[in-house]
């Protein structure tokens, strides 16, 4: 007699076929809320540079101030806005608000522990200082790893040791 012949090996079925959009979704979701976010950080920061240029202009007709500085006041007040506010978004807001920034309100997101748990501050401020290298490359270093990764983690998450998820009751 001969031995029956090696089962074929499973081919791809709905569970691993399904993955692929699913993950995709997610990581344009993630890319949405990301670009909500840094816009609001940088609407502050020119709302505040412009506010900064309207105040140096009559300073700098009187004389009070020298002329570089209609250059330099709204260059600094913009970094040093934008960075303000994106901490807050960043760290402060997630904090208060059960994980959530305004990008990922809109977005149905939040981010919690791999236990399930609410992150420290100190998880949000990983998350926030390793947004440079998920960022790389206009943030293809982020979307490659939220593919790539198993539970959909950017960097910032793989060392905070957090996940964005789907907040409680949305669908979408």
Do not use: N
């Not at 569970?15 to 699913?22: G, I, K, M, N």
């Not at 900064?52 to 330099?72: D, E, M, N, Q, S």
Request: charged share 20%.
């Amino acid at each position: 007699m001969t031995a029956p012949p090696d089962p074929a090996p499973e081919p791809a079925g709905p569970r691993r076929t399904a993955e692929v959009p699913e993950r995709l979704g997610m990581a344009g979701r993630r890319v949405v809320q990301a670009v909500l976010d840094q816009a609001l950080a940088v609407g502050v920061g020119v709302f505040a540079a412009l506010a900064a240029g309207l105040v140096t202009i009559p300073l700098l007709r009187w004389g009070w101030v020298p002329p570089k500085l209609i250059l330099w006041a709204p260059a600094i007040t913009f970094i040093a806005v934008f960075y303000a506010a994106d901490i807050v978004i960043q760290i402060w807001i997630p904090v208060r608000r059960g994980g959530v920034t305004p990008g990922m309100l809109v977005m149905g997101l939040r981010v919690e522990t791999l236990r399930g748990g609410r992150p420290s501050g100190r998880a949000y401020l990983v998350r926030w200082v390793l947004l440079t290298i998920d960022g790389l490359l206009l943030g293809l270093v982020a979307v490659v790893s939220v593919v790539v990764t198993r539970r959909r983690q950017r960097i910032g998450d793989l060392v905070a040791r957090t996940l964005v998820v789907r907040a409680e009751g949305d669908r979408r």
